[in-house]
């Protein structure tokens, strides 16, 4: 299974950002996705998940502003970004569990700053 993520750039603070990533390769079924983000030179934190039938959950510090989604026929998650603030800048990586295994995408680098 491979993960590939985009949407990721520059933004002006209180500005959005969508990201996106797409599974591909060779694999029976999808389970959770989710969205994770790596702050320079900090350690990898959760973001929010969703599982096949549309539940959601999220990190505290994101709640109310980032909404995940996905379409089960293509394989994709979403992360809508909305109020985004300085401290949100990061690299974002998708993951999905396929079969009790953990995958995880390239990331793709945010960054909110004026």
């Known amino acids: 299974v491979q993960l590939q993520a985009s949407g990721g750039g520059l933004v002006q603070p209180g500005g959005s950002l969508r990201l996106s990533c797409a599974a591909s390769?060779?694999?029976?079924?999808?389970?959770?996705m989710g969205w994770y983000r790596q702050p320079p030179g900090k350690q990898r934190d959760y973001v929010a998940q969703i599982t096949p039938s549309g539940l959601t959950n999220y990190a505290g510090s994101v709640e109310g502003r980032f909404t995940i989604s996905r379409d089960n026929a293509k394989n994709t998650v979403y992360l809508q970004m909305n109020s985004l603030k300085p401290e949100d800048t990061a690299v974002y990586y998708c993951?999905?569990?396929?079969?009790?295994?953990?995958?995880w995408g390239n990331g793709t680098l945010v960054t909110v700053s004026s």
């Open positions: 993951n999905a569990m396929s079969m009790g295994v953990s995958y």
């Open positions: 390769g060779s694999m029976f079924s999808i389970g959770y």
